[in-house]
């Protein structure tokens, strides 16, 4: 994103998602990641579980979970941001 940076951009950058469970997890497809949170409800998109059409919360964990990066956090946080700017 180039330009000055607004107050939500700002907030954004502060954010950290909880370690170690399913709001971590590169599989968790949360449809919110401006506002993702433990009680969050998501598909789990594992190639493994997704023939189950598994729908997890943020607070969920199994073993095959992989932690998401902050660059992918980020990435989907400025796509949602662009989204959100756009329709408002």
Not at 27 to 48: E, G, M, S, V, Y
Not at 76 to 87: D, I, V
């Amino acid at each position: 994103m180039s330009g000055p940076e607004s107050e939500l951009q700002k907030r954004l950058k502060g954010i950290q998602w909880q370690n170690g469970n399913c709001l971590s997890c590169i599989w968790f497809a949360t449809k919110d990641p401006l506002n993702a949170d433990l009680f969050d409800r998501a598909k789990c998109i594992h190639p493994k579980l997704k023939v189950y059409q598994l729908v997890v919360s943020g607070r969920d964990w199994c073993n095959l979970y992989e932690e998401i990066k902050q660059k992918q956090i980020e990435h989907k946080q400025e796509l949602a941001l662009k989204a959100e700017e756009k329709s408002g």
